[in-house]
């Protein structure tokens, strides 16, 4: 009331108040801005300069580190049980993906690891290849895949590319939804970092093999002999 009668009764003299208030208020905001600005880089030469002050802010701060985990995925291509590494042991009638969670990127990119033996030793490299183009085709209906984006990257040495990881992959990535697993078939296009464009049936003996610097496609029989 007190407000609507000072607009009616004196406007001129309200309407200077008012911005006069706007003005002061701009004014205190910026005054605060600037000694909260001041204070900020005087308590950080403080903490800096203070070696043990440093480590007990650094320790508050620090960013928590997600532990590394292992996926045990199923011949239907579906993850039944994510372990931790102190808790692993290995069925060689699935198939594991190692998540490299505490060494990801800082774009939280993580390294997935296909393990086709027992070892949690971890010991991997990352291929220096990028297909230009992968195409699955799945009971006649194509997709396109990417294995590796900001959040994960499956361009590893020695990682399998095999049925039941691209049925995996398209299930966890929510990219469609396959049934009969054991009966679908499935077929890759791919264009290759040479630019060559190769046509693939893929199963869990005719697969993809990532190397350093290329990558082969071959069968589990030959794998046998290798490793």
């Given at each position: 009331?007190?407000?609507?009668y000072?607009?009616?009764?004196?406007?001129?003299?309200y309407?200077?108040?008012m911005i006069n208030m706007s003005?002061?208020?701009?004014?205190?905001?910026?005054?605060?801005?600037?000694?909260?600005?001041?204070?900020?880089?005087?308590?950080?030469e403080?903490i800096n300069?203070?070696?043990q002050l440093?480590?007990?802010?650094?320790n508050?701060?620090?960013?928590?580190?997600?532990s590394?985990?292992?996926y045990?995925?199923?011949?239907n291509?579906?993850?039944t049980?994510?372990y931790?590494t102190?808790?692993?042991?290995?069925d060689e009638?699935?198939?594991?993906?190692?998540?490299?969670?505490?060494?990801k990127n800082?774009?939280?990119?993580?390294n997935?690891v296909?393990?086709?033996?027992?070892?949690?030793?971890?010991?991997?490299?990352?291929?220096?290849i990028?297909?230009?183009l992968?195409?699955?085709?799945i009971?006649?209906n194509?997709?396109?895949l990417?294995?590796?984006?900001d959040?994960?990257?499956?361009?590893?040495?020695?990682?399998?590319?095999?049925k039941?990881?691209?049925i995996?992959?398209?299930?966890?990535?929510k990219i469609?939804n396959?049934?009969?697993e054991?009966?679908c078939k499935v077929?890759?296009k791919?264009?290759?970092?040479h630019?060559?464009?190769q046509e693939?049936e893929?199963?869990?003996y005719s697969f993809?093999?990532i190397?350093k610097d290329?990558?082969?496609?071959t069968?589990r029989?030959?794998?046998?002999?290798?490793?």
């Open positions: 009331m007190i407000n609507y000072c607009h009616r009764t004196y406007p001129e003299q309407k200077a108040k003005y002061n208020l701009i004014y205190l905001f910026s005054k605060c801005q600037i000694l909260t600005n001041k204070t900020s880089i005087k308590f950080n403080l300069s203070n070696q440093k480590q007990i802010v650094d508050i701060y620090k960013k928590k580190v997600e590394n985990q292992i045990k995925i199923d011949t291509g579906d993850s049980m994510n931790y102190d808790n692993f042991v290995y009638h699935y198939m594991y993906i190692y998540a490299d969670n505490e060494t800082d774009a939280g990119c993580v997935m296909i393990l086709h033996k027992q070892s949690v030793l971890i010991n991997y490299e990352p291929s220096n990028k297909l230009l992968l195409e699955v085709k009971n006649g194509a997709y396109k990417d294995l590796k984006t959040s994960y990257n499956y361009y590893i040495v020695d990682n399998i590319l095999d039941t990881f691209f995996h992959f398209l299930k966890k990535n469609c396959i049934e009969n054991d009966t077929d890759i791919i264009i290759d970092h630019v060559n464009t693939l893929i199963t869990n993809i093999i190397k290329d990558y082969i496609y069968d029989i030959i794998l046998n002999k290798t490793i």
